[in-house]
């Protein structure tokens, strides 16, 4: 699972391109898991 880091620039404008890229970034591993089957329900919980 990838992280967000943070950098620290005199520009603190953010769109919302940044943070749906972020977004996305840590979605990516749990939906591929989902769609691979590498779940637990909630009864196996």
Do not use: C, H, W
Not at 4 to 29: H, P, Q, R
Not at 35 to 44: A, D, H, K, L, S
């Amino acid at each position: 699972m990838s992280t967000a880091t943070a950098t620290k620039t005199a520009d603190t404008s953010y769109t919302i391109d940044n943070a749906m890229e972020v977004l996305f970034g840590k979605l990516d591993e749990p939906i591929d898991d989902m769609e691979n089957g590498r779940v637990q329900t909630i009864e196996e919980a």
